[in-house]
């Protein structure tokens, strides 16, 4: 039950930790990497606040232990967007009031991001079903549902204009 | 919340997962997507001394289907279940029911074997399976065998499956005429509060054929072969779904928890066949 090395790569970088077994990622991440994006809500597997996107694929951090993570590639809402430069999810978040206490945000954005690359252009019902695994208390969801279609906007425009 | 301590192990195929089974016996348990386990071993309400990990057992992944032969390996995740077009074309009763599971990141990691194997009584898959007729292989130290998903289930948690053995796949043949899983819970994420699995067919206006299983009203599935008896050879009217209905609630058997007490059950069963049968009807 000793403590076994583990890697992977969290937002392009490649990690090395050392942990036990029954470590959940979520505190390897937060714990070990100071990757604090991802958040402990329910802890449960229910509000999605621990949200990260593992090899293309929406994952409840607090629900995996960080061995079953080894060999893969991570990313957190750190590495969607940086201050100096969001992501459009991240600015629409901004722009229509897409959080109030924002501890569900880190979570929603992450989750958000996945369901853009699955589905570029989705309805407000495919965003409410895709978004159904995060919980947010503040909003009541209205102003997150705005946000990822805006950004959804944004980002096909900005493909179009490439084209 | 920390689960104990465990040694894991990651084998690369299923025969090497069924070894380290028999040589830690009763203290090894498998992991496939996690979330049933997982959070049983966070409430320490699961103890596991050896985590057996399955996701590189890439024997026990992906949908084939020949002809109307379907099999799906039980590595496959509820997330690949939605996504595959072949399947959604042979079965979609297994589409229908596989979007009404859980939430898309439990999806994502959940697989379809975890949810027929670990006997909890409000998964949906295994009423499914009892409905479409499915049989699961198993592997174990002598071998593959086969158990139809109708035998399979013996009570909460207890299976027909050995504890040296792996369920490896789920084979059914692509089910024809109408079908629907029609499911009431209390929020997304949810187990069911009552299901149902409907499959008909239809030849000259009235019922040819027809399967009906509930979920999460009895401690394992229940296939009711009295109301899917009581729909064949009527024109599948108000009376008739009427019969169905009272002769699937004589066949469960649902207990009082925080979904509600047992009339509720009965009712919300009551239900959801109904719907799920003019669904199913309507498709035929």
Not at chain 1, 60 to 88: M, R, Y
Not at chain 1, 148 to 159: F, Q, T, W
Not at chain 2, 274 to 284: D, F, L, P
């Amino acid at each position: 039950m000793s403590k076994q090395h583990i890697k992977f790569t969290v937002n392009g970088e490649e990690k090395d930790v050392l942990a036990e077994p029954r470590e959940l990622l979520i505190h390897t991440l937060r714990e070990q990497l100071n990757v604090t994006g991802p958040h402990i809500g329910c802890e449960t597997s229910h509000c999605g606040a621990c949200t990260v996107d593992i090899d293309g694929k929406s994952v409840k951090a607090c629900t995996l232990f960080a061995i079953q993570a080894n060999g893969t590639e991570i990313t957190t809402v750190e590495g969607i967007g940086s201050p100096d430069d969001l992501h459009p999810l991240q600015k629409a978040f901004r722009e229509h009031h897409g959080l109030q206490c924002g501890y569900c945000t880190p979570g929603m954005i992450t989750r958000a991001y996945r369901l853009l690359q699955e589905n570029p252009s989705p309805t407000e019902e495919e965003v409410r079903f895709g978004m159904a695994g995060n919980l947010c208390r503040c909003t009541g969801y209205q102003n997150i549902v705005k946000s990822i279609l805006a950004a959804a906007d944004e980002m096909n425009g900005v493909k179009e204009a490439a084209e | 919340m920390i689960p104990g301590a465990f040694e894991y192990h990651r084998p690369s195929d299923t025969a090497s997962a069924v070894s380290l089974l028999q040589s830690h016996g009763d203290e090894a348990r498998v992991i496939a997507g996690g979330h049933s386990l997982i959070p049983m071993m966070k409430l320490r309400m699961a103890a596991v001394e050896h985590l057996i990990d399955l996701q590189d057992c890439q024997d026990m992944k992906g949908i084939s289907v020949d002809g109307d032969a379907v099999t799906i390996g039980a590595m496959t995740t509820q997330h690949d279940l939605i996504e595959s077009k072949i399947l959604a074309d042979a079965a979609p009763i297994l589409h229908e029911a596989a979007l009404q599971i859980a939430d898309p990141q439990v999806r994502y990691m959940g697989t379809v074997g975890g949810n027929v194997a670990n006997g909890d009584p409000g998964n949906d898959m295994p009423g499914l399976m009892q409905c479409i007729g499915a049989v699961f292989t198993v592997l174990g130290p002598n071998g593959d065998r086969e158990i139809a998903a109708r035998d399979f289930y013996e009570a909460a948690y207890t299976t027909a499956r050995e504890d040296d053995e792996i369920l490896t796949q789920i084979r059914f043949t692509a089910p024809k005429g109408g079908y629907a899983y029609e499911k009431q819970k209390r929020k997304i994420g949810d187990y069911a509060t009552a299901a149902a699995a409907v499959l008909l067919t239809k030849e000259g206006g009235t019922v040819a054929s027809a399967s009906i299983a509930m979920t999460n009203l009895s401690d394992i599935p229940v296939w009711s072969e009295a109301a899917a008896q009581a729909l064949v050879g009527g024109a599948c009217d108000a009376d008739s779904v009427k019969a169905a209905v009272a002769a699937m609630l004589e066949d469960i058997d649902p207990s009082e928890d925080n979904r509600g007490p047992v009339e509720f059950k009965r009712h919300v069963a009551g239900i959801v066949l109904t719907r799920a049968i003019e669904r199913a009807w309507s498709r035929a």
